[in-house]
């Protein structure tokens, strides 16, 4: 058996924009004069995607040049919740939330957390509320996420009846 290995003379890193190459090389567990093997650049790739800075990450290791190119997933600038307009119901949810203000935006913790809501809503009473997701693109790599929230009925219990012995 024998294995691939170069060892790395040059780091190219393309597409960064927030996040400094020095950062980047720390969360990728990778320097300067590092002997890689094709396990190796995989486990590069796991590292820089579990940081969830990331949507799209690639590398090629070619004549002792580790080049890597990412494409960093936007910023949340912020989270507004329409249709509720009681504090007691919408800041619970809030803190709820996976995703916060200025945290990196991952698509499916979006969606996560569209569930999180319809599910703290039936647990409000609010069994038939319907939750719509929207995501604004703005400026400078940043997003504005929309939660447009029909509450519907609030579901009460008008009378309970025990039927047996006692």
Do not use: C, H, W
Request: hydrophobic share 40%.
């Amino acid at each position: 058996n024998s294995a691939f290995a170069e060892k790395i003379n040059k780091i190219i890193i393309s597409g960064n924009e927030r996040i400094s190459k020095e950062t980047l090389l720390m969360f990728g567990k990778v320097n300067l004069n590092d002997d890689l093997s094709n396990n190796d650049l995989n486990i590069i790739i796991k590292n820089l995607y579990e940081t969830n800075f990331f949507k799209d990450i690639r590398i090629d290791l070619n004549n002792n040049i580790l080049k890597i190119d990412i494409v960093e997933n936007p910023i949340i600038q912020s989270i507004k919740i329409n249709g509720i307009k009681a504090k007691k119901v919408k800041e619970p949810i809030l803190e709820s939330l996976n995703l916060k203000n200025n945290n990196s935006f991952i698509e499916y913790l979006a969606k996560k957390d569209k569930n999180l809501i319809i599910n703290l809503l039936k647990n409000s009473g609010y069994y038939f509320a319907d939750v719509k997701l929207s995501i604004a693109n703005n400026p400078n790599n940043t997003v504005t996420l929309i939660y447009d929230v029909e509450l519907g009925e609030k579901s009460k219990i008008r009378k309970i009846k025990f039927i047996g012995d006692k």
